[in-house]
C-alpha cells in the first residue's frame, strides 16, 4: 500500500531551524492536538460518512465518546453487531456509498464476520471498524482479544491495523477509496483502544493513490468494435447482466444499448432492477428458479453478452452445459473473473459503464438502423406465453406469490423490498416487477439468514421517505428479530411481511425432492404441540411496542398489507402459508434449462421437463 503520510507526534512538537540563515517555513500553526479517536471521527466526516451502525464494548468506549461529539455522523445502535453489519450493507445498497459500522474486540468482532463475508460476496462498499486491545496485550490471549485482522482477511479487499496513531488519517482515506472504487467491497480497520486515547497533530490526506491500484479499467475500442461485428452476424443475442451494471450506475447505458440493439435481457439475482422487468424485452432473472423462458433463451442463444457477471453456479448450473451454443462475451472490472467459472471467447476487462457508453457512442456515430431480430422474438414471446410465472391458489389459503402480487399492486412497484434468506426470497424476485436499481436489496452470493429487516432499517435511513419493506420468512426473521427494537428507538419505519410456514420452507422443499420428504429438523414450531403457531411474533412485536397482525384467509390479505404501507411506523404483518408449496420454477443443482422443474403436483412434488420445446 502507500506511504504513511508524514505527521508529527504531540510529544515532539516540530523546532524551527536555530540558523539565522534559512527563512521560516510557514508561520501557520500546527492544529491542536487530538486523541486517535477524535482524529477517526473527523476523518470519517471527511470522507462524507452521515451515519454509523455502532454496538459499543470495552475496546471501543472511547471511539463512540468521540462520535457523541460529531453533529455531522448520526449513530445508530443495533441491538446485535451482525445487525448493524446488515443495516450497514442496506445502507450501502441503497445509495451506492460506503456504508460504516463498528463493533468493540473480540464477540464483538467476530459477530461482524457474517455481514463482511456478504458484503464480500455481493460486492457491497462497507467499512467495518473494530476496537481491539492495547498493542502491547496483542498475542498474548487478553480479555477479549481476537485475530480479527487474521480471521477476516480472506473475505475483505484490504484491511489494516493501526499500530501509530498518526497512520489513522491516511488509514481512512485509502479504506474509503479502496471499498468504494473498482469491484466495491469491504475493508476493515481494527484499532488497539491506547491508539485511541494516543495524541497527535493530525494531517489530513486530500488524495489517495495506491500504487498498482487501477480501479476503472477501459475497454480497448478495438474490441468495442469486434462486440458490435458479433451482434451484426448473431441471430439469437442475449444479454445476461449482474450487479455490475448496479455497483456502476450504468441501468441508464444499459437500456439505451438495448433499445439500440433490441437485444433481450436477463439478469443474475444481483442484476434485479438494472432492467426494467415490465419492458418487452425484460427476461427477468434466470438460474436455479429464474423464469423458463430466461433460461431457455440463454440455453438457445448463439451470442451472449455478459456484463458484470461471474457466472455464480445458482446461475449456470452444470457450468460445461451452460450457453454452450453461444459465443460469449463477458466484461467485468475484476481481472480475476475472466475465465474464471466459465471460459469464454472475448474476456473483456473494463468498468462496464465506460464500455456500454463507448458502444452507445459507436452506434450513434454510425447513424443507420440496426438489425433487430423478429424471429427470435417471436420464440421468446413464445416461451412466454407458454411458461408465465404462475401458481395454484386453493380456496381459503393465502398464498406466498399471491402476497406478492398483492404488495406489488399496491406500492405501484415503487417500494424498496429487502428479504431474508430462502423461498419468500425467491418469490420476492419472482412476483415483484422491479423497475429501477437498488430497489431489491438481498443476500444474494452468501445466502444469509436474517439479512432481510436489518438491511431494511439501514435502507430506511439512507431514504426516510421511500417505503421500505422487508419480505421475510419465519426463520430468516427470527435470527436478527432484536432489532425491532433499533426500529422503535431510533424511530426508523421499516416495515416487515412475514411468510410463515412454520419450516425451514427451501430445505424442505429439498426434503420433498430428493429425500422422499424425510424431515431433518426442519420443523420450526414446538414439536409438543405443532398445531400451535410458534413462536407467535405478534406477542413478540408488542414487547417490543411495534404493531403487528396476523392473517390467514385471502380476503384478509389486501386490506392487512394497506394497512402495513399506511403506517408511519414499524409494523409487522405475519401471513400464515402452507408450507407444502414449493418454489418453481426450479433447476436442479448441477442441472440444465433441460431439466427444470415447472409443475407442482399435487402431492407437493414435481415434474420435470425434458427436451425444451420448439
Known amino acids: 500500500m502507500s506511504k504513511p503520510s508524514r505527521t508529527r507526534s504531540a510529544k515532539a512538537p516540530a523546532k524551527a531551524p536555530k540558523n539565522k540563515a534559512y527563512p521560516r517555513a510557514s508561520t501557520r500553526r500546527l492544529p491542536a492536538p487530538m486523541t486517535g479517536a477524535d482524529v477517526l471521527v473527523a476523518a470519517l466526516e471527511r470522507e462524507g460518512c452521515d451515519t454509523i451502525f455502532a454496538y459499543p464494548g470495552g475496546a471501543s468506549m472511547l471511539l463512540h465518546q468521540s462520535l457523541t461529539r460529531s453533529r455531522k455522523i448520526r449513530t445508530i445502535l443495533p441491538r446485535h453487531e451482525q445487525g448493524g453489519v446488515f443495516m450497514a450493507e442496506g445502507y450501502a445498497r441503497a445509495t451506492g456509498k460506503v456504508g460504516v459500522c463498528m463493533a468493540t474486540s473480540g464477540p464483538g468482532?467476530?459477530?461482524?464476520?457474517?455481514?463482511?463475508?456478504?458484503?464480500?460476496?455481493?460486492?457491497?462498499?462497507?467499512?467495518?471498524?473494530?476496537?481491539?486491545?492495547?498493542?502491547?496485550m496483542i498475542g498474548k490471549g487478553a480479555f477479549q482479544e481476537t485475530d480479527v485482522f487474521g480471521m477476516t482477511l480472506p473475505v475483505v479487499k484490504h484491511n489494516y491495523l493501526v499500530m501509530d496513531v498518526n497512520d489513522i488519517p491516511r488509514v481512512?482515506?485509502?479504506?474509503?477509496?479502496?471499498?468504494?472504487?473498482?469491484?466495491?467491497?469491504?475493508v476493515l480497520i481494527d484499532m488497539p483502544k491506547d491508539v485511541q486515547s494516543q495524541l497527535c497533530q493530525p494531517i489530513f490526506p486530500e488524495a489517495v493513490k495506491l500504487r498498482g491500484f487501477h480501479p476503472v479499467p477501459k475497454a480497448d475500442p478495438v474490441v468495442l468494435h469486434e462486440i458490435l461485428g458479433l451482434?451484426?452476424?448473431?441471430?439469437?443475442?442475449?444479454l445476461y447482466v449482474g450487479g455490475g451494471i448496479i455497483t456502476s450506475e450504468a441501468a441508464g447505458e444499459l437500456r439505451k444499448f438495448v433499445e439500440a440493439t433490441h437485444i433481450p435481457v436477463t439478469t443474475t439475482l444481483m442484476g434485479i432492477g438494472?432492467?426494467?422487468?415490465t419492458h418487452p424485452l425484460s427476461l427477468k432473472w434466470l438460474g436455479m428458479h429464474g423464469t423458463v423462458f430466461a433460461n431457455y433463451a440463454v440455453d438457445e442463444c448463439d451470442l451472449l453478452l455478459s456484463f458484470g457477471v461471474r457466472f455464480d453456479d445458482r446461475v449456470t448450473g452444470n457450468v460445461e452445459e451452460f450457453a454452450k451454443r453461444a459465443t460469449i462475451v463477458h466484461i467485468d472490472v475484476d481481472n480475476s473473473e475472466l475465465n474464471k467459472n466459465k471460459n469464454v471467447q472475448l474476456p473483456v476487462l473494463s468498468d462496464v459503464k465506460y464500455a456500454l457508453t463507448e458502444l452507445n457512442k459507436i452506434i450513434a456515430r454510425e447513424a443507420r438502423k440496426r438489425k433487430s431480430f423478429p424471429a427470435w422474438q417471436k420464440k421468446i414471446d413464445g416461451w412466454k406465453k407458454d411458461h408465465p410465472l404462475r401458481f395454484r391458489e386453493p380456496e381459503g389459503v393465502i398464498m406466498p406469490q399471491r402476497v406478492l402480487k398483492e404488495l406489488y399492486t399496491l406500492t405501484k412497484g415503487e417500494a424498496i423490498i429487502t428479504t431474508g434468506v430462502g423461498q419468500h426470497q425467491m418469490w420476492a424476485g419472482q412476483y415483484y416487477d422491479f423497475a429501477q436499481p437498488r430497489s431489491f436489496l438481498t443476500s444474494a452470493g452468501l445466502g444469509a439468514m436474517g439479512f432481510g429487516y436489518p438491511a431494511a432499517l439501514g435502507a430506511q435511513v439512507a431514504h426516510p421517505k421511500r417505503q421500505v419493506i422487508d419480505v421475510d420468512g419465519d426463520g430468516s426473521f427470527l435470527m436478527n428479530v432484536q432489532e425491532l427494537a433499533t426500529a422503535v428507538a431510533e424511530r426508523i419505519p421499516a416495515k416487515v411481511v412475514i411468510l410463515n410456514n412454520q419450516y425451514l420452507g427451501m430445505v424442505v422443499q429439498w426434503e420433498d425432492r430428493f429425500f422422499d420428504g424425510n424431515r431433518g429438523h426442519t420443523f420450526l414450531g414446538d414439536p409438543a404441540d405443532p398445531a400451535r403457531i410458534y413462536p407467535d411474533y405478534i406477542s413478540i412485536c408488542h414487547g417490543f411496542g411495534v404493531k403487528a397482525e396476523r392473517i390467514s384467509r385471502p380476503e384478509e390479505l389486501r386490506p392487512a398489507l394497506q394497512r402495513l404501507i399506511d403506517s408511519k411506523e414499524a409494523y409487522v404483518l405475519d401471513v400464515m402459508v402452507p408450507y407444502t408449496e414449493h418454489v418453481l420454477p426450479m433447476i436442479p443443482a448441477g442441472g440444465t434449462a433441460r431439466d427444470i422443474i415447472v409443475e407442482q403436483m399435487e402431492d407437493g412434488k414435481g415434474a420435470l421437463k425434458g427436451d425444451i420445446p420448439g
Open 109 to 136: 468482532a467476530t459477530n461482524l464476520l457474517t455481514g463482511i463475508a456478504d458484503a464480500y460476496m455481493d460486492s457491497v462498499p462497507l467499512v467495518a471498524i473494530t476496537g481491539q486491545v492495547k498493542r502491547d
Open 274 to 277: 438494472a432492467f426494467p422487468e
Open 231 to 238: 451482434i451484426e452476424r448473431a441471430e439469437r443475442p442475449v
Open 172 to 186: 481512512v482515506k485509502e479504506a474509503f477509496h479502496i471499498a468504494s472504487t473498482g469491484r466495491p467491497g469491504p
